[in-house]
């Protein structure tokens, strides 16, 4: 009997160490199927400004979950070397290639310019620049006070509506701290036909900014406000020129009598 128990024993020993050894297995294999899977992806090294150029020395590969992807994502830093950034980045920031400026477009200013728009700056003081509240990306219309040629009456019309700021001074993004600060330069990005208008305008009279709200994209009909309109008055007409007199037409009546002859002059009527 003794062989017997000790066989039994043996066998249920190795049931049970079997048993074991497939639970801890299948444990085992449920935990490494609930960690994320991980694929590598382009960040930023440090910390970085918009317009700076990107090199293999300020690039880092960084794993990132592939349960959680991410549109637009750089897999090789040689996608990204030679490219300028359009935003700042911080510190291991993946870089997305919307954050990427065209391959050839330059550095700095030139990246934020988008293919078929201009950039084109005016001059700015405190009351211009909306007392120093103008930043890069905030949204204004441009007004313009001139006189009429025709009327020589001063009036003020906005030109430009909706035009957005690219920069304030030589900055390219807005304070962190969001104070104000009165520049003496503002660019605007702007059709190469409104640029065009811009700089007529700033010939013709005094330019202001108008700021608005980032969101509000509506357009007003265009309008201008006359110096009578401000005390309640009517806008002067422009001045036509008067009518040139047109010359009298006439007509001639040649009377015959025996060897006379007569010649009278009569005016149409009108």
């Known amino acids: 009997m003794e062989p017997k128990r000790i066989a039994l024993a043996v066998g ?18 449920a935990r490494r ?3 994320p899977q991980l694929q590598k992806i382009v960040a930023a090294a440090k910390p970085m400004e918009a317009g ?13 979950p592939a349960s959680l992807p991410t549109e637009g994502t750089v897999l090789k830093t040689e996608d990204a070397v030679g490219r300028s950034l359009i935003y700042p980045v911080g510190d291991k920031q993946p870089i997305l ?8 477009s330059g550095i700095g200013l030139t990246t ?5 728009m201009r950039a084109i700056s005016v001059r700015s003081n405190e ?14 219309d441009v007004l313009l006070s001139f006189r009429r040629p025709e009327t020589q009456e001063m009036v003020t019309q906005i030109v430009l509506q909706d035009v957005e700021v690219l920069t304030a001074g030589q900055r390219l993004e807005p304070d962190p701290q969001g104070k ?19 700089a007529l305008a700033s010939q013709q ?11 509000d994209s509506t357009k007003a009909e265009p309008f201008s406000v006359a110096m009578v309109q401000l005390t309640g008055g009517e806008p002067t007409k422009p001045l036509s020129a008067k009518p040139k007199a047109r010359p009298a037409n006439f007509y001639e009546v040649e009377t015959i009598s025996g060897d006379k002859r007569s010649t009278q002059k009569f005016q149409t009527p009108k």
Not at 97 to 104: D, F, I, N
Not at 112 to 116: D, L, T
Not at 205 to 215: H, S, V
Request: hydrophobic content about 50%; glycine content about 8%; proline content about 7%.
């Open 12 to 29: 249920v020993a190795l049931v049970l160490a079997l048993g074991a050894t497939v639970f801890l297995y299948r444990d085992l294999v």
């Open 33 to 35: 199927s609930a960690q």
């Open 52 to 64: 700076s150029l990107l090199s293999a020395e300020n690039l880092v590969l960084i794993d990132w």
């Open 97 to 104: 290639t919307r954050y990427l400026a065209a391959p050839g």
């Open 112 to 116: 934020k310019i988008p293919p078929g």
């Open 127 to 140: 009351v211009v620049g909306v007392a120093g509240f103008l930043y890069p990306g905030s949204h204004l």
């Open 180 to 198: 104000p600060e009165t520049v003496t330069v503002v660019t605007l990005l702007l059709t190469p036909q409104d640029s065009a208008k811009l």
């Open 205 to 215: 009279g005094t330019i202001q900014f108008a700021l608005r709200n980032g969101a």
